[in-house]
């Protein structure tokens, strides 16, 4: 199947500083990227949609200017959660679907960065 | 928001055994995906079923769609450790667009 990087996989940060994820797809091309997070033990909670040369869909309650989202280019998306804080502490997974296999619904991980803010 | 609620949140089995899980969800919709993830890792696609199919097969693994009742189950026979992870369903909505929305997961842990 299609293969989705996802980079760091673990981050430490102090409280008020910024942190990049990065996300690629690295043998499609992927115009949708779609970013979740989730707290242990929990479910996966859509944060944002990543769309290719365009702004990001947020989902309601999701601060756009606290999680950017940057989809530059076919095979990368980046988050950036912003002066981040205690609370922010999580597990963060992007997704995408290869269009290749558009018809089986199939979604594509990433192998989750986790987030720890001091 | 949560689309799925599943249950049992957590299953303990020994190995051979089968194990069944059940994923109820509120709104019409497109296809039902299950997805397993390891502890601390990303999540693996297991199978998906179409809102106009009723049943597939795919390995050891096993699911049922019910529409009417709004419900899915997984059952996967035969148990291993192996197969010890958070299993999720996870539902297409009709006009959703691509978009998957999560159930809560089931723990499944499978002991020798």
């Known amino acids: 199947g299609a293969v989705v990087s996802q980079h760091p996989s673990w981050v430490i940060c102090k409280s008020g500083t910024s942190v990049k994820i990065e996300c690629r797809s690295l043998d499609f091309q992927a115009t949708?990227?779609?970013w979740y997070r989730q707290f242990p033990k929990q479910s996966l909670m859509l944060m944002a949609t990543s769309n290719e040369g365009s702004k990001a869909t947020y989902e309601q309650g999701v601060e756009k200017d606290k999680f950017l989202i940057n989809h530059a280019s076919?095979?990368?998306?980046?988050?950036?959660v912003t002066s981040a804080h205690p609370e922010d502490s999580s597990f963060y997974i992007c997704s995408a679907r290869d269009p290749r296999e558009a018809y089986?619904?199939?979604?594509?991980?990433?192998?989750g960065s986790r987030l720890t803010v001091l | 928001s949560q689309q799925g609620?599943?249950?049992?949140?957590?299953?303990?089995i020994q190995e051979g055994e089968n194990a069944t899980m059940n994923c109820s969800y509120k709104t019409s919709i497109n296809n039902l995906q299950w997805y397993r993830q390891?502890?601390?890792?990303?999540?693996v696609h297991l199978i998906l079923i179409r809102s106009n199919e009723r049943e597939k097969h795919s390995g050891r693994l096993r699911v049922t769609l019910d529409t009417s009742k709004k419900s899915s189950s997984l059952l996967i026979t035969a148990s291993r450790a192996a197969d010890t992870a958070s299993y999720f369903c996870a539902t297409g909505v009709t006009g959703g667009g691509n978009k998957l929305t999560f159930g809560t997961g089931t723990q499944?842990?499978?002991e020798l």
Do not use: H, I, W, Y
């Open chain 1, 104 to 111: 089986t619904g199939e979604l594509f991980f990433g192998e």
């Open chain 2, 108 to 110: 499944l842990k499978v």
């Open chain 2, 38 to 43: 390891n502890s601390g890792r990303g999540l």
């Open chain 1, 32 to 34: 949708t990227m779609f």
């Open chain 1, 74 to 80: 076919l095979t990368l998306s980046t988050l950036t």
């Open chain 2, 5 to 12: 609620e599943e249950d049992p949140q957590a299953l303990s």
